[in-house]
T-cell receptor, first 115, second 115 residues
Framework: KNQVEQSPQSLIILEGKNCTLQCNYTVSPFSNLRWYKQDTGRGPVSLTIMTFSENTKSNGRYTATLDADTKQSSLHITASQLSDSASYICVVSFDRGSTLGRLYFGRGTQLTVWP | DVKVTQSSRYLVKRTGEKVFLECVQDMDHENMFWYRQDPGLGLRLIYFSYDVKMKEKGDIPEGYSVSREKKERFSLILESASTNQTSMYLC??????????????FGPGTRLTVT
């Protein structure tokens, strides 16, 4: 059972528009939640990382929110640009008391921005 | 800036060949990881190393082995490549301590095709 579910699976928006990507997780307890951006054919790059006590974090036009009670996170992209076209991956980490915590990866939302 | 490099961007090998994928990081990180990424499945952890010569199995270690003789270098070995190992392979590193706590920095990936 995938413990991190992302929606939508894919999304197309016009340049300049805003959008919101969703992440629901069942991992509990968790250490932190991250959003990564992955361009086609490249490795993921971190956008934000939030601990369970944080409920919002911004990185330029990207704003992530976290509701630890409902186990939901969202990534809001403002004034989209063509370069925002990528896969956005939600990752939840869980400290299980060993050096190797545990990372649960969502399957990503594929965002396409059209001119 | 953290830099994680992988020896090849694209690799084509024949079934039964022994395959080496190399990863080097330049930030003196203790933790290093190997993932594979397949369409619709997201990232899955193959192996993790938290120190030189130390390793732990991830979720899908079957058919793979790893080697970490130096802190900056982590190798993934496919002892006898099979077609179901055709995939994108991503290496990552992070500072020491609990692996789930710190941000992971990813390399650009190696797209391996086994024919």
């Amino acid at each position: 059972k995938n413990q991190v579910e992302q929606s939508p699976q894919s999304l197309i928006i016009l340049e300049g528009k805003n959008c919101t990507l969703q992440c629901n997780y069942t991992v509990s307890p968790f250490s932190n939640l991250r959003w990564y951006k992955q361009d086609t054919g490249r490795g993921p790059v971190s956008l934000t990382i939030m601990t369970f006590s944080e409920n919002t974090k911004s990185n330029g036009r990207y704003t992530a929110t976290l509701d630890a009670d409902t186990k939901q996170s969202s990534l809001h992209i403002t004034a989209s640009q063509l370069s925002d076209s990528a896969s956005y991956i939600c990752v939840v980490s869980f400290d299980r008391g060993s050096t190797l915590g545990r990372l649960y990866f969502g399957r990503g939302t594929q965002l396409t921005v059209w001119p | 800036d953290v830099k994680v490099t992988q020896s090849s961007r694209y690799l084509v090998k024949r079934t039964g060949e022994k395959v080496f994928l190399e990863c080097v990081q330049d930030m003196d990180h203790e933790n290093m990881f190997w993932y594979r990424q397949d369409p619709g499945l997201g990232l899955r952890l193959i192996y993790f190393s938290y120190d030189v010569k130390m390793k732990e199995k991830g979720d899908i270690p079957e058919g793979y082995s790893v080697s970490r003789e130096k802190k900056e270098r982590f190798s993934l070995i496919l002892e006898s490549a099979s077609t179901n190992q055709t995939s994108m392979y991503l290496c990552a590193s992070s500072p020491g301590g609990l692996a789930g706590t710190y941000e992971q920095y990813f390399g650009p990936g190696t797209r391996l095709t086994v024919t």
